[in-house]
């Protein structure tokens, strides 16, 4: 966070009583974030850049880097009936970067909308944004001079480094972004230079096609593509593992990425109980804080090991590409177990996550 000195001061032209201003500053990321507040109608000029002020026009976003660095004052008007107040703001502004950067700051919200669709990635979140025609309007904040790209599209940067722009909530399941709460969204690649430094990232839009993306991937049983639209893919790519033959979830396993990038399908094919002769514990019934139920004993509990048949399919194909089993032998015990328990299970989930994760290196 910038830390950003403010001195604020009023003067009223030409002996007439001028509209009312008021006008304060704080930091926002790498902006000074201008709070003007003055009378409904009055033009407010900032910088050269002039709008009629209004509720929902109050702020005014400053990139420090289209500022010189040390102390510098901004110069508020406002004009109404040809009366005009003028506000200054003093503030000291940070050394510059070169870095170049993205910050998402607003976008369209409508209260009464049956959707409300977030915008979230690499750059920041906006939460409850409303769509109009399959997209979504957003303001950002954009390194003043520097060049932008989204989705391979050239987008124009204005001079105070403030960028509005549609982004598209899509339809294709294939572009779809799983996450791990079921939810998808849509990935558009962000690229901004600027002095020969170069910053790459992502937005990602929600979108309606979290019901497709569900069916296809719970009707996934091997034989056939996951989407006869699949490409195959050799190197990196995304794994989808389900941890139950007929369950309802499929897990992402690596990176989330857009759906077109399935390398594998993973589906646990058989789980089943390894026979054990070792003893874990004692485990002592315990109470909410931790201190041992009255009247209870520690005591040992027979270890059941699990066993885990996975089988891994290409996504693009369905044909199988291997088999793996994969138990809990050797893992550590459990350190608590459920009330009533009659033995202490250890789970192979871990092992087989990570050797799944080992299949995309």
Not at 10 to 37: F, K, M, Q, T
Not at 241 to 263: C, D, K, N
Not at 318 to 332: A, F, Y
Request: net charge negative; proline share 6%.
């Amino acid at each position: 966070m910038h830390r950003t000195l403010v001195l604020v001061s009023l003067v009223v032209l030409a002996g007439c009583s001028g509209p009312y201003l008021d006008v304060g500053v704080s930091s926002r990321g790498d902006l000074a974030n201008l709070h003007i507040s003055s009378e409904r109608g009055a033009t407010i000029t900032v910088m050269g850049e002039s709008f009629e002020w209004s509720d929902e026009a109050s702020d005014f976003l400053v990139p420090y880097a289209s500022l010189e660095p040390g102390d510098q004052t901004i110069e508020v008007h406002a004009e109404m009936g040809g009366r005009e107040t003028i506000g200054r703001v003093s503030l000291t502004v940070p050394n510059r970067s070169t870095e170049p950067y993205v910050q998402l700051l607003e976008c369209t919200k409508e209260d009464d909308a049956e959707v409300h669709l977030d915008v979230r990635g690499t750059f920041g979140l906006l939460e409850h944004c409303t769509q109009a025609d399959g997209t979504i309007h957003v303001e950002l904040a954009v390194t003043p001079g520097a060049s932008l790209e989204v989705a391979g599209e050239a987008v124009a940067v204005g001079p105070r480094g403030m960028v509005g722009l549609d982004l598209s909530v899509g339809d294709d399941v294939l572009d779809a972004i799983p996450s791990g709460e079921g939810a998808t969204a849509i990935g558009l690649p962000v690229v901004v230079e600027n002095d020969g430094a170069r910053l790459e990232g992502r937005f990602e839009v929600a979108v309606e096609v979290g019901q497709a993306l569900h069916e296809m991937t719970r009707g996934f049983q091997g034989g056939s593509p996951l989407h006869p639209d699949l490409e195959p893919i050799t190197e990196g790519g995304m794994l989808l593992y389900r941890p139950e033959r007929f369950g309802e979830t499929m897990e992402v396993i690596g990176a989330s990425l857009p759906m077109r990038q399935t390398r594998y399908v993973a589906i646990a094919e058989l789980r089943d109980v390894v026979p054990s002769t070792e003893q874990c514990g004692p485990y002592q019934l315990t109470d909410i804080i931790g201190r041992p139920e009255p009247g209870t004993r520690a005591h040992t509990l027979p270890r059941s090991d699990e066993r885990i048949t996975v089988i891994v399919y290409a996504a693009h194909s369905g044909e199988e590409v291997m088999r793996q089993t994969i138990d809990s032998t050797g893992l550590p015990c459990p350190t608590s177990i459920r009330s009533g328990a009659t033995s202490a299970p250890v789970s192979a989930s871990g092992r087989v996550r990570t050797w799944l994760l080992g299949l995309l290196n």
